[in-house]
Every structure is written in structure tokens, then in C-alpha cells.
């Protein structure tokens, strides 16, 4: 009954990796950490001597692909360091790195973001940059790094993951909002996965984790949020994570590193009430430290889990929730090819007043992505009938989002409604729009525009950019 779904799923997979706009992502990255953010420096050459500690570097390697790196304040030339190389789904590589460098500082980590790698590219030549990146950045370190990391979110979560199959020496990938689907290969390196109660790659994740058993060592966290990068406090287990497996990669691995990752494992394990995250805790705790402190309390923990019948259940209540909520995905998928507007605004208000429970959240957030997915289909095959029915019901499941009111107004221009395209394309500013070019491309749609209108819109595009 799910074949038609995975296989959607696997199109969305490859869709997303290969067209210029990752949906609901580009309009949702939170704010950065820092109050305000530096301008950026003009990207030079890869011909810096020079690392300054608690500083920015915007670079370019020798095959052309531009970065963004932050030096912590801990770096010093002969200090091994551990690398993380972020994926941002949209090529704007800044946004992890600014959002994270305060734990970069914290845990002694050099951060590098790719402004380049972004989905529209194909899953092949990401990974190929992905590669180049990585190699620019250690040879420019000079000293012995102490372990290679990648992250990403969303779109570069995918390229984060399928990475590694054409690197050497990764030693773990944090993947944010996003796995990979049935079909396509898992890394064998270890992973740490981070998403949003509400993303609506929820299920997605929770079927990828479970796909890979205990080898190679994995985690799963499960935070209180949406689609997005993770916020820095999530995010922070990812670090402490890494930080440990980047001991077992020849870095310094000093006692406090591991005694502050065992109080984080003890911690989040008495403060959750869920018996199988509290599992997935002790395990993570147990697989990572392997080899360097044993936890023997964890083991017993792990065993007397096992054999209480409230975690089983919980198994089995798990199990049958994700069912339903692929079951709920497959029948929402076929309704769009069997169902009108009433029943699908029908549809869409019930599950809007049923929010606070996050799978009806995650099913609009699903809504949302299938029209977007379908909305480009149809627009690729010149239906545009159909791209017009599609994008009256994406704004309906998603208003908030940029795309659908860009799109709106793309298709108001068509029939010259001045009015209600100069509305539309007002909305999509206010949700986030920020592709001045795409703008800039759609000449029926400007001509309708007075300088004015133009210049206004303009300038809240390039506010946008600004606020990565």
C-alpha cells in the first residue's frame, strides 16, 4: 500500500536535490545567534597564511566553490582541531556558520560553510564539492585536524549523509530535518540526526534512524520545533557529540570532555519521560564512549529497559503511529488527483484547528511540500490550469510561505490583474522571498509594477538577504 508513497518520496528526494528553491526552508531559518552579523568580506583566492582566532574568512577554493569560515578563539597552530562542514539547503553557508560559532567556540571547533552547495545541483556534484571543500579547509589548517565532521539541514542534511560515501576520514555526520529514503545508500559513518517534533520530515528521519539498526553507531534527538536549523541549545548535543568522537579521531581528549558528555547523557536521560528516547540517550551515551570511559549504570539502565513493559509498548504504539501517519500521507497524496477545492479547504481548516497535536502540524507541513513538488511538475509539463489548482491549495495549507504568494502573483500577471499581483508579491516579501534575480526574471510580471512598487519591493528582498 506505501509503494506509491516511498516512490513520491523518493521523487520529492530527487526533486528537491535537483531544482533552485528548497520549499518551506528558505523561508524559515531562524535568526542568527549574534545580535548582528559582519558584513561579509569579499571572497579571495585560497591564498590566506594567516588564521586569526575569533574571526570570519570568506574564501574561495582553487576550483571556484565559495565559503564561509569561522576560526574559534581556542585555535592556535599547533593545537590538533576538529572541522565541521555545513550544507545549507539554499547555498548560504553563512547561516550555520554565524548560528553556531558561539558552540564552535565552546567546544573548539573550526566551522566551514559552503555557499555554493545548495539543492538544484544533483546529489553527485554536491558530494564532489563537498569533497573539494573539506580538502581546501584541512590543507589550509596546516596543523593534524582531529576529525572531520558534516552537517547539514534539510537539502544539505541529504548531501551531509550521502557524502561520505565518496570521502575518506569523515568521522560522523549531523543530519537536521532530513534522511535519506529507502533506496538510497546509508553512510557508514556515524550519524547523529536532529528534528522538530512538527517537521514535516518528521517521519522521514524516524523511518531513516530506524533503517540502520546499531551499526555504524547512530542517534536520534527529537526537539520541540519545525523545520529548521536546529536552535543552538539543540544543537549543542550535536557538538558535545562530536566533540567525543573527535577524541577517538586523535584529538585531545581530556577528562572534562568526557565528564561533561556524561552529565549531558545523564541529564537529558532523567529529564525525558519517553521510554524510548530515554533508550536512544543511554545507547548514544554508551556507543560513543566505548573505548574510552565505560558507564556500566548505563548498561543496566539499557537491560532493565529492555524487559519493562512500558518501553515495549511504547514500541509497538511508536510503530503504529508512524504507520498511520504514512497511511494518512498516502491517502492525502491520492486526494489530489481525486478531490476538489471544498474538500481539501474542508480538510486543511480541520487540521489547522488540531495543530497543538504535532502529526497534524507535520500533515500540513506534508500538504504544503506535495504542492510544491506537483505545483513545479505541473509547471514543467505547461499546465497551467493545473498549476493554478495546486496553488490555491498551497496557500491555503501554507499562507505564511513565500513560495505559493510568489507563484500567485506569477500567475495574476498572466491575465493583468495589477492589483492583486503587486498584493501577492507583497506577501511573499513579508514571508521571506529572496531571489531578487527570479524577480528580476519575470518581465509580464514587472511590467504591471510601477518604479515604485519595484524599488520597494526590491529593498525588502535585499533586507531578506541580509537576515540570514
Given at each position: 500500500?506505501?509503494?506509491?508513497?516511498?516512490?513520491?518520496?523518493?521523487?520529492?528526494?530527487?526533486?528537491?536535490?535537483?531544482?533552485?528553491?528548497?520549499?518551506?526552508?528558505?523561508?524559515?531559518?531562524?535568526?542568527?545567534?549574534?545580535?548582528?552579523?559582519?558584513?561579509?568580506?569579499?571572497?579571495?583566492?585560497?591564498?590566506?597564511?594567516?588564521?586569526?582566532?575569533?574571526?570570519?574568512?570568506?574564501?574561495?577554493?582553487?576550483?571556484?566553490?565559495?565559503?564561509?569560515?569561522?576560526?574559534?578563539?581556542?585555535?592556535?597552530?599547533?593545537?590538533?582541531?576538529?572541522?565541521?562542514?555545513?550544507?545549507?539547503?539554499?547555498?548560504?553557508?553563512?547561516?550555520?556558520?554565524?548560528?553556531?560559532?558561539?558552540?564552535?567556540?565552546?567546544?573548539?571547533?573550526?566551522?566551514?560553510?559552503?555557499?555554493?552547495?545548495?539543492?538544484?545541483?544533483?546529489?553527485?556534484?554536491?558530494?564532489?564539492?563537498?569533497?573539494?571543500?573539506?580538502?581546501a579547509v584541512l590543507e589550509k589548517m596546516k596543523t593534524t585536524h582531529a576529525g572531520l565532521f558534516l552537517c547539514g539541514f534539510s537539502g544539505g542534511a541529504k548531501v551531509a549523509l550521502v557524502a561520505p560515501g565518496n570521502m575518506k576520514g569523515v568521522s560522523g555526520v549531523v543530519h537536521c530535518g532530513a534522511g535519506l529514503p529507502d533506496g538510497i545508500p546509508a553512510p557508514t559513518v556515524p550519524t547523529y540526526g536532529v528534528t522538530g517534533n512538527r517537521d514535516m520530515n518528521y517521519s522521514e528521519v524516524i523511518e531513516f534512524v530506524n533503517r540502520l539498526g546499531r551499526q555504524p553507531m547512530h542517534h536520534l534527538d527529537i526537539t520541540d520545533g519545525k523545520h529548521a536549523w536546529p536552535e543552538t541549545t539543540d544543537m549543542r548535543r550535536a557538538f558535545s557529540w562530536c566533540k567525543v568522537l573527535a577524541c577517538k579521531s586523535g584529538g585531545n581528549c581530556e577528562r572534562p570532555?568526557?565528564?561533561?558528555?556524561?552529565?549531558?547523557?545523564?541529564?537529558?536521560?532523567?529529564?525525558?519521560?519517553?521510554?524510548?528516547?530515554?533508550?536512544?540517550?543511554?545507547?548514544?551515551?554508551?556507543?560513543?564512549?566505548?573505548?574510552?570511559?565505560?558507564?556500566?549504570?548505563?548498561?543496566?539502565?539499557?537491560?532493565?529497559?529492555?524487559?519493562?513493559?512500558?518501553?515495549?509498548?511504547?514500541?509497538?504504539?511508536?510503530?503504529?503511529?508512524?504507520?498511520?501517519?504514512?497511511?494518512?500521507?498516502?491517502?492525502?497524496?491520492?486526494?489530489?488527483?481525486?478531490?476538489?477545492?471544498?474538500?481539501?479547504?474542508?480538510?486543511?481548516?480541520?487540521?489547522?484547528?488540531?495543530?497543538?497535536?504535532?502529526?497534524?502540524?507535520?500533515?500540513?507541513?506534508?500538504?504544503?511540500?506535495?504542492?510544491?513538488?506537483?505545483?513545479?511538475?505541473?509547471?514543467?509539463?505547461?499546465?497551467?490550469?493545473?498549476?493554478?489548482?495546486?496553488?490555491?491549495?498551497?496557500?491555503?495549507?501554507?499562507?505564511?510561505?513565500?513560495?505559493?504568494?510568489?507563484?500567485?502573483?506569477?500567475?495574476?500577471?498572466?491575465?493583468?490583474?495589477?492589483?492583486?499581483?503587486?498584493?501577492?508579491?507583497?506577501?511573499?516579501?513579508?514571508?521571506?522571498?529572496?531571489?531578487?534575480?527570479?524577480?528580476?526574471?519575470?518581465?509580464?510580471?514587472?511590467?504591471?509594477?510601477?518604479?515604485?512598487?519595484?524599488?520597494?519591493?526590491?529593498?525588502?528582498?535585499?533586507?531578506?538577504?541580509?537576515?540570514?
Amino acid at each position: 500500500m506505501l509503494r506509491s508513497l516511498t516512490a513520491l518520496l523518493i521523487a520529492l528526494w530527487c526533486f528537491t536535490a535537483c531544482t533552485s528553491s528548497d520549499h518551506r526552508a528558505t523561508n524559515s531559518v531562524p535568526p542568527p545567534v549574534q545580535d548582528s552579523v559582519p558584513a561579509p568580506a569579499p571572497p579571495v583566492r585560497d591564498t590566506l597564511t594567516t588564521l586569526i582566532p575569533g574571526s570570519y574568512l570568506e574564501s574561495v577554493t582553487n576550483g571556484g566553490q565559495a565559503y564561509i569560515l569561522y576560526i574559534p578563539r581556542s585555535f592556535r597552530d599547533s593545537l590538533p582541531m576538529p572541522l565541521m562542514v555545513c550544507f545549507d539547503p539554499q547555498g548560504n553557508g553563512r547561516v550555520p556558520v554565524h548560528r553556531y560559532a558561539s558552540l564552535a567556540d565552546d567546544f573548539g571547533f573550526i566551522l566551514a560553510g559552503s555557499n555554493q552547495v545548495r539543492n538544484g545541483l544533483g546529489i553527485d556534484a554536491s558530494a564532489s564539492m563537498a569533497r573539494e571543500l573539506a580538502a581546501a579547509v584541512l590543507e589550509k589548517m596546516k596543523t593534524t585536524h582531529a576529525g572531520l565532521f558534516l552537517c547539514g539541514f534539510s537539502g544539505g542534511a541529504k548531501v551531509a549523509l550521502v557524502a561520505p560515501g565518496n570521502m575518506k576520514g569523515v568521522s560522523g555526520v549531523v543530519h537536521c530535518g532530513a534522511g535519506l529514503p529507502d533506496g538510497i545508500p546509508a553512510p557508514t559513518v556515524p550519524t547523529y540526526g536532529v528534528t522538530g517534533n512538527r517537521d514535516m520530515n518528521y517521519s522521514e528521519v524516524i523511518e531513516f534512524v530506524n533503517r540502520l539498526g546499531r551499526q555504524p553507531m547512530h542517534h536520534l534527538d527529537i526537539t520541540d520545533g519545525k523545520h529548521a536549523w536546529p536552535e543552538t541549545t539543540d544543537m549543542r548535543r550535536a557538538f558535545s557529540w562530536c566533540k567525543v568522537l573527535a577524541c577517538k579521531s586523535g584529538g585531545n581528549c581530556e577528562r572534562p570532555i568526557l565528564q561533561q558528555f556524561t552529565r549531558q547523557i545523564n541529564t537529558l536521560a532523567a529529564r525525558t519521560t519517553d521510554p524510548i528516547q530515554r533508550m536512544r540517550i543511554y545507547r548514544c551515551g554508551i556507543d560513543c564512549l566505548q573505548g574510552l570511559s565505560p558507564v556500566p549504570e548505563w548498561e543496566n539502565s539499557v537491560q532493565r529497559l529492555m524487559k519493562d513493559p512500558v518501553y515495549q509498548q511504547s514500541i509497538l504504539e511508536d510503530s503504529r503511529a508512524l504507520s498511520a501517519e504514512l497511511n494518512r500521507r498516502q491517502f492525502l497524496l491520492d486526494a489530489f488527483r481525486s478531490q476538489e477545492e471544498d474538500w481539501w479547504s474542508h480538510v486543511i481548516g480541520d487540521l489547522q484547528k488540531r495543530k497543538q497535536d504535532p502529526m497534524n502540524d507535520r500533515l500540513l507541513g506534508y500538504i504544503s511540500l506535495a504542492c510544491y513538488s506537483l505545483t513545479r511538475q505541473a509547471m514543467e509539463q505547461g499546465n497551467m490550469p493545473e498549476v493554478a489548482r495546486l496553488n490555491r491549495i498551497y496557500l491555503l495549507a501554507d499562507p505564511e510561505n513565500a513560495e505559493p504568494n510568489f507563484l500567485a502573483a506569477k500567475l495574476f500577471s498572466q491575465v493583468g490583474q495589477k492589483d492583486s499581483v503587486l498584493s501577492y508579491l507583497k506577501r511573499s516579501v513579508q514571508y521571506g522571498f529572496k531571489d531578487l534575480s527570479r524577480l528580476e526574471s519575470e518581465t509580464a510580471m514587472r511590467a504591471l509594477l510601477s518604479p515604485a512598487d519595484q524599488r520597494e519591493l526590491e529593498e525588502g528582498i535585499r533586507k531578506n538577504q541580509s537576515d540570514w
